[in-house]
């Protein structure tokens, strides 16, 4: 018994790292710095438990039903990576345009904790293919129970953005602000370039399958 216990929280170490770096919060936190700078701590407490809520619900639905929805219509991980992409990259010219940014601004603030932070920011492509991938080795107990660890860590490193806006200042978080913007578009480019590079690849392995036989 003692065996099990410990291989199954040896398993969840193992799981969690990747999902770790996949997520990658301390990438995000600029952006997200970004997102809240001018916001109360009202707004900023919604938008954060919104990205969470969103980044749980996606990340376990997907666990449950994605593979099976994507096949079911037609949908592969690249098409969701070039999508992000798109979506991440008219955000972030939009950030880099304005000279007081509003994203959305007919919705309501807390609206920005589902897209783009809870997705695609925190929950993107390459953490829904590294659930897909590290639930074939470790199982989906292993996995979940590893995924809801990096969420945790992902609300204490939003939760004290204020502690970070308060070193960086006024002047500070902008500038902040217009590099994050930058960051977040050279990202989109690079997910919507490996979901072409990818989709591309596998029409070609297609095509030399098909005339090998």
Known sequence: MANVIIIFFKDIFLALIPLFVAIDIFGVLPIYLDFVKDTNLKDEKQIRKNSLITAFSVGVGFLLLGKSLFDVMGISI??????????????????????????????????????PIGVPLIVGPGVLTTLLIITGIYGYLVVTVAFIINLLIVYIVLKNTRLILKYLGKTGSNAAGKLAALLLAAY???MMRVGIINTASVYIKSIIAHTAH
């Open 78 to 115: 690249y098409d969701f990576e070039m999508a992000g992409g798109i979506l991440l990259l008219i955000i972030s010219i939009n950030n880099l345009l304005s000279e007081k940014p509003k994203l959305y601004a007919s919705a309501d603030k807390a609206d920005l904790g589902v897209v």
């Open 188 to 190: 989109a480019v690079m």
